[in-house]
């Protein structure tokens, strides 16, 4: 298996067709071939988006992807310094491994809540997916089987 891609970028929206990139270079790399890596794409940026839109100017965003032989795991974190510790970055997003995550009852307040594109595409090419806020940390992950 290719090691694992880890990206971080600032909240700002011009960082992420370079995050973007980043994630379609490692699924060639990886063997991840279309739809699937343009799906996973598709996902990746709305979760990249709504951390943009959620982030602090000082938090940092870390875009992760693992491959497995059943399929891919996609994570974005969003951290505040509060978080991670001033001046230490977010790189460990899925605890090792890869991302199994359970599809939770997503509250009305969710970023992804019905009534967006954004929420329509995760439903459509993730297996499970998991959104988390804690303590100034949002994580979303998806899971996508593919071969």
Do not use: N
């Not at 459509?124 to 998806?142: P, W």
């Amino acid at each position: 298996m290719p090691e694992a891609l880890t990206y971080e970028l600032q909240p700002r929206p011009e960082d992420l067709a370079a995050a973007r990139h980043a994630l379609r270079g490692w699924m060639t790399v990886s063997g991840v071939s279309s739809p699937s890596s343009d799906d996973l794409v598709a996902v990746a940026s709305e979760f990249l988006l709504q951390a943009i839109a959620k982030a602090e100017t000082s938090a940092t965003i870390v875009l992760r992807a693992e491959r497995a032989p059943e399929g891919v795991a996609i994570s974005v974190v969003v951290a505040t310094e509060a978080a991670t510790g001033a001046g230490t970055a977010v790189t460990e997003v899925s605890g090792g491994g890869v991302v199994r995550p359970i599809r939770p009852l997503l509250a009305a307040s969710d970023p992804l809540a019905p009534g967006g594109l954004g929420r329509r595409i995760v439903d459509a090419v993730c297996d499970d997916y998991e959104l988390d806020a804690v303590e100034g940390r949002l994580t979303l992950r998806c899971w996508h089987s593919a071969s």
